[in-house]
């Protein structure tokens, strides 16, 4: 008989890459676990994926309907996986999607850094985007966060959501 599986806890989903050295978990309760919301989160060791953010908040809120979820990404991530946008509308999925916009895809310009590079990673810089535009080319609602307050009150609203709405916010002027 072969080895047994090793058993992972509870209702855990894993995602994995090993082919790099990179390993990224995404650990998310199925829709019959009880208890407090819970992350769904890709950082283990400092990375991320890039660009899974989007469709996995379309996933969890069609996986759990009636449970708020709110999906906070970078703009160089967002990028990544922009497409999810349209499934977003095409399910109704109810998703506040809060894309954080410093005009730069950090996450790559500080892996060439931790690797030795020095100055500016060339192509990491984006400039200014307009996430609101994208968001209606793909038929999601969108508004841009006018202040700290205005983002919290969008946030608390996310229960409220009949479908997927997106909020820039911008951190650069």
């Known amino acids: 008989m072969g080895r047994r599986p090793r058993r992972r806890p509870g209702s855990a989903a894993r995602r994995g890459d090993r082919r790099r050295g990179h390993h990224h978990r995404a650990v998310a309760p199925s829709p019959r676990t009880p208890g407090p919301p819970r992350q769904l989160h890709p950082h283990r060791r400092r990375r991320a994926g890039l660009g899974w953010g989007i469709g ?77 535009r994208a968001a209606a ?23 409220k959501l009949k479908g997927p709405m997106l909020v820039d916010v911008p951190l650069r002027k």
Not at 57 to 70: D, K, N, Q, S, T
Not at 112 to 131: N, V
Request: charged fraction near 15%.
């Open 56 to 132: 996995a908040a379309v996933g969890r809120a069609l996986a759990e309907p009636g449970r708020p979820v709110v999906a906070v990404l970078g703009d160089g991530c967002a990028l990544f996986g922009l497409q999810g946008l349209w499934s977003a509308a095409r399910q109704s999925a109810p998703v506040l999607f809060v894309v954080m916009g410093n005009g730069a895809y950090r996450t790559l310009q500080d892996t060439y850094e931790a690797m030795g590079g020095s100055g500016l990673c060339p192509g990491t810089e984006l400039g200014p985007l307009d996430f609101t």
């Open 137 to 159: 080319f793909f038929g999601v609602d969108a508004v841009r966060a006018e202040s700290a307050q205005h983002l919290r009150e969008l946030v608390a609203g996310a229960g």
